[in-house]
């Protein structure tokens, strides 16, 4: 059982940075690739990065690609999205998920892949 609680959302202008948090509970953290995603309003939750367990690969969704950043440190039990260059198509409520198996793998890009969710945080990008 992995419990997770994002942290970091906000109102930023477009062009600026933030960081995104995800505090995951439980000792055997690195047992599981870590996801982000996000749910614009009225739209489907949609992937954005994935991490391994061990935190050696990484996988972006080409429209985040080169802007976003996802990263761990296991020691910490946390799971990063560092976000740059924002844009006001970024506003979304971000979650973080969990998935059964360390490894990036095709189910690791869909909802359906991942066992554990957090809350979700809101990143609101003003133009």
């Known amino acids: 059982q992995v419990q997770l609680l994002e942290s970091g959302g906000g109102l930023v202008q477009a062009g600026g940075s933030l960081r995104l948090s995800c505090a995951a509970s439980?000792?055997?953290?690195?047992?599981?690739?870590m996801g982000w995603f996000r749910q614009a309003p009225g739209k489907a939750r949609e992937f954005v990065a994935v991490i391994t367990g061990s935190g050696d690969l990484t996988f972006h969704e080409p429209s985040v690609k080169g802007r976003f950043t996802i990263s761990r440190d296991n020691d910490k039990n946390m799971v990063y999205l560092h976000a740059n260059h924002l844009k006001p198509e970024d506003t979304a409520v971000y979650y973080c998920?969990?998935?059964?198996?360390?490894?990036?793998?095709?189910?690791?890009?869909?909802?359906?892949?991942?066992?554990?969710w957090g809350q979700g945080t809101r990143l609101t990008v003003s133009s």
């Open positions: 998920a969990a998935a059964e198996g360390a490894d990036i793998a095709p189910r690791t890009v869909r909802v359906g892949g991942y066992a554990y």
């Open positions: 439980g000792r055997t953290f690195d047992n599981y690739a």
